[in-house]
């Protein structure tokens, strides 16, 4: 063996010793939390923060190139870029709750104001004007019509935000505006400013604030008024979404923000999409937890994962939890076919074929036997499975299609028919697409499949939308994340629903209306669905209600809207409160509840230690002296919450006594009685049942025993409890089920890498 041979070996097995021993661990960005600001004066926590990292790194240099950014305008914490091995030995330092690597939360995503009984002439409080709505979102399109604020005065006095005038100007009506962009990276015509070229942002800050514009419609769909449903409030944007997602380091530095610059509502329309195992593991849930310290409710969307069970992705007790409903419109487009046969398909559908009908095609007989393909995958209309010579100037009925099957919507394809096999239900909310196209069901896609195969030369045309009465909403929408919350299910979630479906309301003109690349549209309203649509709807709502009572905690204005909901239809709902919570939003109700369950951060303290918390853990977060050491691990049927939920273990029998107590917002001198509604499984003893007040802010408690035979595999079954003095009807649903809480189980290897310390336990549709 030549010496070049043997030095040629020697240095490949020196490289592999090198690689297999390398301690090559890659600086990411992990989220330290710790709990609230210290209370010491002059103590700068920016400098706390770089001398754990300068302790934990080794130097001060590599501290300051690590660091993000430091939480420590509402709340204590830091972003930094570490490796594993550091962010364990941070983890064990003295006043962290916990460490976490950064991840990404998902995006949530006219007509729906006057379907919740909010119409033009029921404007909100006076005060209205002084609120202001933070949204923490892909930002805002300024100039959009919907802002404008002609009328308006200076912000009000609270107000201490900024205004991140890169690329964007803000006025009397959008009073403050930042971004964040913790990785640095910006995709295609994306803009590093508070300026929206999602559209996302824009449509949930009009829903939610914009002023009324008469005469709106999509390419002539669904005209009308265009409002939020508080049109004199303020709006405040935190840029935190891209089209990458939106990262939890970026989220709860606008949570810092947004809380010290003065917002009195928070509407987050986004959440993980990943296993959350404990609060204090969720950015939202930590952020908003310091809000409500602070007097804020946030209102969050549950998600798009439904109809699966436990899919949701907001739970937290001391945030409003919105679910997605319909609203009494619909969009169809229908389908003819050559035999003269109309089939109604669901679609927003604005390009008008003129009645001209064009070759009708199934995708399974136009295959790319080039590349490989067969019948069983082109009937799917994968853009490489197709033969896109013979789609071409044709109708295509698909069996399924990709938002990723761009050749087939480019290469000169006049429209497209698609097929609802998700659910076994008919389409229930409607998409965009940037050609002639309409979404059909199972049974008439069998039609229209037996009418290709009866003729030599199908044809067909693709009518323009229409937009059609809705008997039977509201109704939750199937992808609509459902409860119960793997994380407390002793704490029913959603909490409610909201119009989330075929929403009209502003855009960003730099977005295609329907998500797809090729889509040369572009205008200032799009109709678009997702919880993300349904939670700007609570927080006007929250908004409407802190208008009229700007003194009520965030407790108290989550209970007014949850008590004074509209009762949705049970039959319709197999899933019932575990889909829609106490009902759909009923806003001009919820200034006047007469009863509320108020909470205080003292009653989250107890939740937390029932819930396993120390205290070491709990003094951290509420930099008090709050302690759990009189308190016995348990359920958590004592926190003072506007619903009752109740799992049992399987073959366990139905127990449980819960305690409430009610606040007296109504007349001073108010006698309530207590009724209840339950399935005859279950049984209610309500002591006392009845309540007598003489003064308003009078507070009175009561107790709820739930019994019941042992149950196994018992779906939901539910009712609930109404106290009522005569004209108001506080209602509050109880939930009774079979659940092992933490189900359905994740396997999911990245939830390892979060390192949470001293706890005492070890997602657009438009979403």
Known sequence: MTNRSLFS???????????????????????????????REGLSVASTHHTMLQSALGSAFSAKESLVYSYERSFNGFAAKLTNKEATNIAKMEGVVSVKPNRKST???????????????????SQEGDIIIGLLDTGVWPEHPSFNDTGYGPPPAKWKGTCQTTNFTCNNKIIGARYYNSEGYYDGNEIPSPRDTEGHGTHTSSTAAGIELPGTSFYGLAEGVARGGAPTARIAVYKVCWSSGCDDADILKAFDDAIADGVDILSVSLGANYYISHYFEDSIAVGSFHAMRNGILTSNSAGNEGPDPASISN??????????STIDRKF?????????????????????????????????DAVNYTFGSSPDYARYCGEEDI?????????????????HSHDILSNGTVGIVLVQYITAVNPDYAFNYPLPATLINPDDAKKAMDYIRSTKYPVATILVGEAWKDEVAPRVVSFSSRGPSSISPDILKPDISAPGVDILAGWSP?????????????????????????????????????????????AAIKSAIMTTAYVMDPTRHRDLEFAYGSGHINPTSAVDPGLVFDASEADYVDFFCKQGYNTTTVRLITGDNSSCASTTLGRGWDLNYPSFSLYVDDGQEIAGTFARTVTNVGPPN?????????PSLVSVTIEPSVLVFSAVGERKSFTVKVVGPAIKQQPIVSGAIIWSDGSHYVRTPLAVYNYYPGAPYTTDSDDSNSVPRNNGRNGFIGH
């Open 9 to 39: 070996i020697l240095y490949v097995v020196l490289l592999a010793s090198l690689v297999l021993n390398c301690n090559c661990d890659e600086r990411k960005l992990h989220i330290v939390y710790m709990g609230n600001l210290p209370q």
């Open 107 to 125: 995006l949530h995503t006219t007509r729906s104001w006057d379907f919740s009984g909010l119409s033009l002439g029921k404007a909100g409080a």
């Open 315 to 324: 739970n937290a007790p001391w945030t409003l939890t919105v679910a997605a």
């Open 332 to 364: 169809v487009a229908n389908l003819v076919l050559g035999n003269g046969q109309i089939l109604t398909g669901i679609a927003i559908n604005t390009f008008n074929l003129n009645g001209t009908s064009y070759p009708l095609i199934w995708g399974g």
């Open 387 to 403: 033969n896109h010579d013979m789609v071409a100037g044709k109708i295509v009925l698909c069996e399924s299609i990709s938002r």
């Open 510 to 554: 730099l977005s295609p209306p329907s998500f797809y690349d090729e889509d040369t549209r572009s205008g200032f309203f799009n109709v678009v669905s997702g919880t993300s649509m349904a939670c700007p709807h609570a927080s006007a709502t929250a908004a409407y209600v802190k208008a009229a009572h700007p003194d009520w905690s965030p």
């Open 670 to 678: 108010s006698t309530y009685t207590a009724t209840w509604q339950m």
